[in-house]
């Protein structure tokens, strides 16, 4: 087989050829090493290739399926994980100069189970430094390049591994979401991105920004990538005080559940106002979609979103300063200028901002509680704009100058604040050709029905069959 064709195929499609031996986990390594070889200078979506370490694992891989040793749809695919995983042996960086040289001892406890399935290490990949932004163009290590348009951000912070997924550099991926940054860049890349609950994977092992705003998640080119990485990186680590021990369901068992007697949220007054309108059109197509599928669109006003949004706001900044408060103290000059902004503007933030913004967020979540009690799911647009250029800090919304910050997080935040597990799957492309995505938001826990949801709605729409022409 081919090495585009190879690196082009969803999990769904390339698993059941490494089963059954038609093709071979070192045939995959290579292909997708000769496509990094190709394109990753003109992206810069690896930090670090992990070439030699890849192809010995793809010949022990390769000998443990043929006698009859497969461990499930991970066995053997290329895995890129985002650079502040910690990873033995194998520089974490976390895109910053400080880090440049870190090579920890051990793997994330998520590493360790993506490899305990089988998973193949390619790389480590790049980001917003130390993921506190939304554009990924501002690195060490220099930006990522969106690729369906290369003057474009990928969006951020996991904007190396969005590029990476969509570009065939790797079939699937992991990200961190503290304010959207596994799903902005899975919207803008035309990928499919999920921030599972709060405390479903373990965070021990990655270089944190806020403690209680981070989620490891994974990226992939299709829902049913996602649904595979998410069982497999899933479950209780008592190392990390977050993780919840709840069960881990088998998460590809029920993808084709389907959407009919779904009750989806739309509150209109949030959803379809303030963004661009290419966005808006996109998003109300998708819901059509939906309807078509059997679901029902009910309308609903999601309570204290405003507040939600400056309550985690104040939240990161000043769980991200404390964090970084050595540094930043002994180091200020080794960050990229707007993330040392960012951390600077946290010393600012009081003891009665940041006690007001937790009970903002106890607040926010309840109201969604209850408001589940009514609706299965809720449906966003998952950004505001489409990519904006790298290095632009305004856009127009409404005839408006706007920061590129706020409709890119416009519906990613509050659901940080409250846990809740949400999806970003493409819903359409603008007239640039650039991706749009449509967010999908659950109960705690119920990331299945948001995978369902997600699966239906993918498998009728069929954007992801799309490619950037690189």
């Known amino acids: 087989m081919a090495d585009?064709?190879?690196?082009?195929?969803?999990?769904?499609e390339l698993a059941p050829l490494l089963r059954d031996g038609q093709v071979s986990p070192v045939e995959v390594i290579q292909s997708y090493l000769v496509r990094i070889d190709t394109l990753n200078e003109a992206l810069n979506a690896y930090i670090t290739v992990t070439r030699d370490q890849a192809l010995a694992d793809a010949r022990r891989y390769e000998e443990e399926i043929l006698r009859g040793d497969y461990r499930?749809?991970?066995?053997?695919?290329?895995?890129?994980?985002?650079d502040l995983y910690d990873t033995a042996g194998?520089?974490?960086?976390?895109?910053?100069?400080?880090?440049?040289?870190?090579?920890?001892?051990?793997?994330a406890t998520s590493v360790a189970r993506l490899r305990a399935a089988g998973a193949v290490l390619i790389g480590k990949t790049n980001l917003h430094e130390f993921a506190y932004g939304v554009t990924a163009d501002s690195s060490f290590f220099g930006p990522t390049r969106n690729p369906w348009d290369p003057e474009r951000v990928a969006g951020g912070s996991s904007g190396g591994s969005g590029a990476a997924v969509a570009a065939g550099l790797c079939a699937v991926a992991t990200g961190s979401d503290t304010g959207g940054s596994i799903r902005i860049p899975a919207a803008l890349c035309g990928t499919v991105g999920l921030k599972p609950t709060y405390g479903r994977i373990s965070g021990h092992g990655l270089l944190p920004l806020s403690w209680t705003l981070d989620h490891p998640g994974p990226m992939a080119r299709s829902v049913y990538g996602a649904a595979v990485m998410l069982s497999a990186m899933a479950g209780y680590d008592p190392r990390d005080p977050a993780s919840v021990d709840v069960p881990v369901p088998d998460y590809t068992a029920g993808l084709r559940h389907g959407v009919a007697g779904l009750r989806i949220g739309l509150d209109p007054q949030w959803a379809l106002s303030g963004i661009h309108e290419d966005v808006r059109a996109a998003f109300q197509g998708a819901l059509a979609v939906l309807e078509d599928?059997?679901?029902e669109i009910v309308e609903v006003s999601v309570p204290r979103v405003v507040e939600g949004m400056e309550a985690a706001l104040t939240i990161l900044m000043a769980e991200a300063t404390a964090i970084h408060e050595k540094f930043l103290r002994s180091r200020p000059d080794d960050y990229q200028p707007?993330?040392?902004?960012?951390?600077?503007?946290?010393?600012?933030?009081?003891?009665?901002?940041?006690?007001?913004?937790?009970?903002?967020?106890?607040?926010?979540?309840?109201?969604?509680?209850?408001?589940?009690?009514?609706?299965?799911?809720?449906?966003?647009?998952?950004?505001?704009?489409i990519?904006?250029?790298i290095g632009q800090?305004?856009?127009?919304?409404?005839?408006?100058?706007?920061?590129?910050?706020?409709?890119?997080?416009r519906y990613t935040r509050v659901f940080n604040l409250t846990g809740l597990p949400a999806i970003s799957v493409p819903c359409a492309?603008?007239?640039?050709?650039?991706?749009?995505?449509?967010?999908?938001?659950?109960?705690?826990?119920?990331?299945a029905t948001v995978l369902w949801a997600a699966y239906a709605y993918e498998t009728a729409a069929e954007w992801t069959q799309r490619r950037p022409s690189l």
């Open 4 to 12: 585009l064709e190879l690196c082009t195929l969803t999990l769904e």
């Open 72 to 82: 499930g749809p991970l066995h053997g695919v290329p895995v890129a994980l985002k």
């Open 90 to 107: 194998v520089r974490t960086t976390a895109a910053s100069k400080i880090y440049a040289q870190r090579v920890p001892q051990e793997d």
């Open 293 to 295: 599928l059997g679901a």
């Open 338 to 385: 707007d993330v040392r902004a960012r951390l600077e503007k946290g010393l600012a933030i009081r003891g009665i901002d940041y006690g007001r913004a937790r009970r903002t967020g106890e607040l926010l979540r309840r109201d969604l509680a209850a408001l589940f009690q009514r609706v299965d799911l809720l449906a966003t647009p998952m950004c505001g704009i």
């Open 387 to 389: 990519a904006p250029k």
């Open 393 to 409: 800090r305004e856009v127009i919304i409404d005839g408006e100058a706007v920061p590129v910050m706020a409709p890119l997080t």
């Open 429 to 447: 492309f603008s007239p640039e050709g650039l991706p749009i995505g449509l967010q999908l938001v659950g109960r705690a826990w119920d990331e």
